[in-house]
């Protein structure tokens, strides 16, 4: 577990950044692809208030809880969402909210190592920082692995906390940015102070073990750096 100070603050010796909801709007692809998911499958189709739900969670947790889905069904409709993620590429979850390109280029050329910590695949995450160009603005891209063993987003932390450290990251004054409850809860976990941005798929409610919660990149630059 890392150690957190009583009042964490900069300067951070690393980043931990989710995807979805904090830096790119991948709402509308993930919603697109559930819909067709569950069409395939035969299934009705919820409302998009109810699909966003989806997004930030494990995707597998989503199939279950979501959907009312079990065991076998969900990793059957996992496959047909993953099918349909390979099959167009990385453009539609390659939306990006305004502002937070410059910031990680900016946080990078300003030497503080960076690191991404996100449900979604592993290969489909590295396929979409290679789209925005920011594949090597990290130290390591950390997501849920093929087979959903490690999708939890504490469990997704840890694997990135081991590659940091094999990396020779300083890992003493982390900080973790985050829209969702997830995030809160898996930074929790290891001790990490998170951010919460507002402009993600979270409500207020699950803002609850945030050091700050920020609506604007503006906002956010001003914490990290």
Same mark, same amino acid.
């Given at each position: 577990?890392?150690?957190?100070?009583?009042?964490?603050?900069?300067?951070?010796?690393?980043?931990?950044? $989710?995807?979805?909801?904090?830096?790119?709007?991948?709402?509308?692809?993930?919603?697109?692809?559930?819909?067709?998911? *569950?069409?395939?499958?035969?299934?009705?189709?919820? *409302?998009?208030?109810?699909?966003?739900?989806?997004?930030?969670?494990?995707?597998?947790?989503?199939?279950?809880?979501?959907?009312?889905?079990?065991?076998?069904?969900?990793?059957?409709?996992?496959?047909?969402?993953?099918?349909?993620?390979?099959?167009?590429?990385?453009?539609? $979850?390659?939306?990006?909210?305004?502002?937070?390109?410059?910031?990680?280029?900016?946080?990078?050329?300003?030497?503080?190592?960076?690191?991404?910590?996100?449900?979604?695949?592993?290969?489909?995450?590295?396929?979409?920082?290679?789209?925005?160009?920011? $594949?090597?603005?990290?130290?390591?891209?950390?997501?849920?692995?093929?087979?959903?063993?490690?999708?939890?987003?504490?469990?997704?932390?840890?694997?990135?906390?081991?590659?940091?450290?094999?990396?020779?990251?300083?890992?003493?004054?982390?900080?973790?940015?985050?829209?969702?409850?997830?995030?809160?809860?898996?930074?929790?976990?290891?001790?990490?102070?998170?951010?919460?941005?507002?402009?993600?798929?979270?409500?207020?409610?699950?803002?609850?073990?945030?050091?700050?919660?920020?609506?604007?990149?503006?906002?956010?630059?001003? *914490?990290?750096?």
């Amino acid at each position: 577990m890392t150690n957190s100070a009583v009042s964490p603050q900069k300067p951070w010796s690393c980043i931990l950044f $989710d995807l979805d909801g904090t830096i790119t709007d991948s709402a509308p692809g993930i919603i697109g692809r559930l819909s067709r998911t *569950l069409v395939a499958l035969g299934r009705p189709v919820p *409302l998009p208030a109810e699909l966003v739900k989806f997004v930030g969670p494990p995707i597998l947790e989503g199939f279950r809880i979501v959907a009312g889905m079990n065991e076998a069904e969900a990793l059957e409709a996992l496959g047909i969402y993953r099918g349909l993620a390979a099959s167009e590429g990385p453009a539609a $979850d390659a939306v990006t909210f305004p502002g937070m390109v410059g910031l990680v280029r900016f946080l990078n050329k300003a030497g503080i190592p960076l690191a991404i910590t996100t449900s979604k695949s592993e290969v489909q995450v590295h396929r979409i920082l290679e789209h925005l160009g920011l $594949d090597t603005a990290f130290v390591t891209i950390t997501g849920a692995s093929e087979d959903e063993t490690r999708s939890a987003k504490a469990d997704v932390i840890a694997e990135a906390l081991t590659r940091l450290r094999e990396a020779g990251v300083d890992l003493t004054n982390l900080v973790l940015v985050g829209d969702r409850i997830h995030d809160m809860e898996g930074a929790a976990e290891h001790g990490i102070p998170p951010i919460m941005v507002e402009w993600g798929y979270g409500s207020p409610a699950e803002a609850a073990g945030a050091i700050a919660v920020v609506h604007s990149v503006d906002q956010l630059r001003a *914490l990290l750096v």
